[in-house]
């Protein structure tokens, strides 16, 4: 999906979270949208959704200064700006708040269960609770994932295809990561239908590397990965490089 077209679905999706009678009370009165990105002030893509976003809206007559008013916070993914800036602009009483990554939708909803929240470029809503499941979100918050889970799967799908004779996978993770859960579960679901024995092994915040206590047969992984990766380095040679990648949004 082009960046155009997901704000403008994005814009649709703010719009449709709150009943329309809501909007139109007080026509004379602007509403009020916050947003809280987790990107700097001054970082160019980050600027630029902001701009789409805006026009996307303006093509559905909501106009910046006129029946509109948009307060933006720049949280630039630290935690304790995002909780700054996500209870400034609860303050606002915004009629709902937009919120760009994980960290600013769990500042912004740990602050109000009233408020609408729609999020953007968020992992796993589900296990990062900002949501009850996909279909039915429930709750305050609704909006669009980075990638659906089933795509985790085509990175050991991919793997196989590049190495049909691999057995045995190492999968480094954050074990206190929300968004990571589900994309561990998913690839232990597919891994047997491929034949792969899944290895954990566990990145600590202070950069220290651990065999997860599940994780039985790592040792005997990596006695043979130079093995594997002289295989694999074989086995791209008869690819052709620079294969285009693909990559997908969803609510």
Known sequence: MRRRDFIRAMSAAVVATRPIAAFSQQSEQARRIGILMNRAADDAEGQAGIAAFQQALQQLEWKVGSNLRIDV?????????????????????????????????????????????????????????????LARPGGNATGFMIFEYGFTAKWLELLKQIQPNIKRAAILRLPDSPPGLAQFGTIQAVAPSLGIEISSILVRDGGGIERDSGSRKIRKWRSDRNTQRRSIAASRSHHQAGSPTQSSRCV
């Open 73 to 133: 916070r720049w949280g630039q993914n630290d935690v304790a700006l995002e909780h700054k800036y996500a209870a400034e602009l609860v303050e606002l009483s915004p009629s709902i708040i937009l919120a760009g990554g994980t960290m600013s939708v769990a500042a912004v909803q740990s602050i109000t269960h009233a408020l609408p929240i729609v999020f953007v470029g968020v992992t796993d809503p589900a296990g990062a609770g900002f949501v009850d499941n």
